[in-house]
């Protein structure tokens, strides 16, 4: 299980850090995964915003760039996102996958593991 934290509203330019804890069934070969972040906004197609891999390579989304940063904690089991400079079109639910099948922000084919969802609104 996959549980996502974090998610608010905050105006525009302002931060946020969203927090993805995994369960003990992925714990014992957490670092080896691909995990990232994906993201839903109403009426659209779900998008990938960031991803890292088990060697810690990092891929994002061209919207997010240089705004925000993925990482993970292997030691506590948890995947971050921190979201700088956050814009109205940020406002989305955004949820954490184990990727299983293909390393990208640009797929989510295969049979991946989602969290439940957090809900980021950026507004003024």
């Known amino acids: 299980n996959l549980e996502e934290s974090g998610g608010a509203t905050v105006q525009p330019g302002g931060s946020l850090r969203l927090s993805c804890v995994a369960s003990?069934?992925?714990?014992?070969?957490?670092?080896?995964?691909?995990m990232g972040w994906f993201r839903q906004a109403p009426g659209k197609k779900r998008e990938g915003v960031a991803i890292?891999?088990?060697?810690?390579?990092?891929m994002y989304a061209d919207s997010v760039k240089d705004r925000f940063t993925v990482s993970k904690d292997k030691t506590k089991y948890t995947l971050y996102l921190q979201m700088d400079r956050l814009k109205p079109e940020d406002t989305a639910v955004y949820y954490c996958?184990?990727?299983?099948?293909?390393?990208?922000?640009?797929?989510?084919?295969?049979?991946?593991?989602w969290g439940q969802g957090t809900q980021v609104t950026v507004s003024s």
């Open positions: 890292i891999d088990g060697r810690g390579r990092r």
């Open positions: 996958v184990l990727l299983t099948t293909v390393c990208t922000v640009h797929s989510d084919a295969g049979r991946n593991y």
């Open positions: 003990e069934s992925t714990s014992s070969t957490y670092g080896s995964y691909c």
